[in-house]
């Protein structure tokens, strides 16, 4: 089977995209206003809208369900997130109020600026749901399997996607920090319990995959076990 890995967005947030021959996989949905972007990256590879077959959200943050309703009211794609962000991403407790842990003045603008611009303050809430669970492989390209992370959310999730040589960690970590412009991977701001996602990330050392992708920031080249390496020293 044909799998190919798709990148959409920027370094400052990021949609990745499982194409196989089944369909496309899209491991989280970005801000509400990037449809556009969405559309234009498939088509670059003979693709549509109508080819996804799933969201998987990696959690419940307003920068990471962006279009996912649109997806599933407008195009039938089931939205998939683990049981404890439910509520975050469908709005049904409120937006986490955690505070930064460091800024600088241009990179916090260049996020503030980049997220205006792709429809950053209109948040809409998925109001259905898929809930799935640490340890599901999802029946969608790529087949992704699920390994719970919490610490940055309760309901945090590492997507694994063999096929792809590919681990996707949402806002665990980052390799570009949003709001300082620091390179290397480090664990993310806005977290809920750094300590926390330490521990969860410790699940993933004996993975196998060689291209970990963050939410914000480029991807790291290596296995889970040189970027666990990497955050101890930071």
Known sequence: MTVQLLRIGDDIVAIHAIVTDEGVTLI????????????????????TLDD???????????????VAERLRSDHGVPIHILGADSALA?????ARGVKPDGWRLGPALQFVWRGLRRGGLRTIHPTEIRQMSDGDVLDLPGRPEIIAIPGHTPGSAAIRVPEADALFLGDAITTRHVLTGARGARLAPFSDDP????????????????????????????????????????
Do not use: M
């Open 52 to 66: 996804i077959r799933g969201v998987v959200l990696t959690h419940g943050d307003g920068d990471h369900i962006g």
């Open 195 to 234: 300590a926390r996602t330490r521990v969860s990330l410790e699940r993933l050392r004996d993975l196998p995959e060689t291209r970990i992708f963050p939410g914000h920031g480029p991807e790291f080249a290596g296995t889970a076990a040189a970027l666990l390496d990497e955050l101890g020293r930071v």
């Open 28 to 47: 989280d949905a970005g801000l509400s206003g990037d449809l556009g972007i969405i559309r234009s990256a498939l088509r670059a590879v003979g693709r």
């Open 90 to 94: 469908t709005g049904a407790s409120p």
